[in-house]
């Protein structure tokens, strides 16, 4: 079985994490939301990932923030 190159479960753990490229990853900044989106979609975590200057702030949604958009994106 393949060891994972990212510790997907102890970043999805925090509501909130900040990913700088170089230092928590090498691909480019595009690849690395995908993998992102990838990682949390096999475990079933609805994100929502922000581009920044120095790389991506990712925000696993809670049940309470989850709710929340669902009533205002209605």
Known sequence: ???AIYPWDVWFRRERF???RGRHYQCSTGSMIQQLRNA???R???I???RTNR???AFVLT???RAIREVTDA
């Open 1 to 3: 079985m393949p060891t």
């Open 18 to 20: 900040s990913l700088q």
């Open 40 to 42: 949390a979609s096999v």
């Open 44 to 46: 079933e975590l609805p």
């Open 48 to 50: 929502r990932i922000i």
């Open 55 to 57: 790389g991506l702030v």
């Open 63 to 65: 049940d309470l923030a």
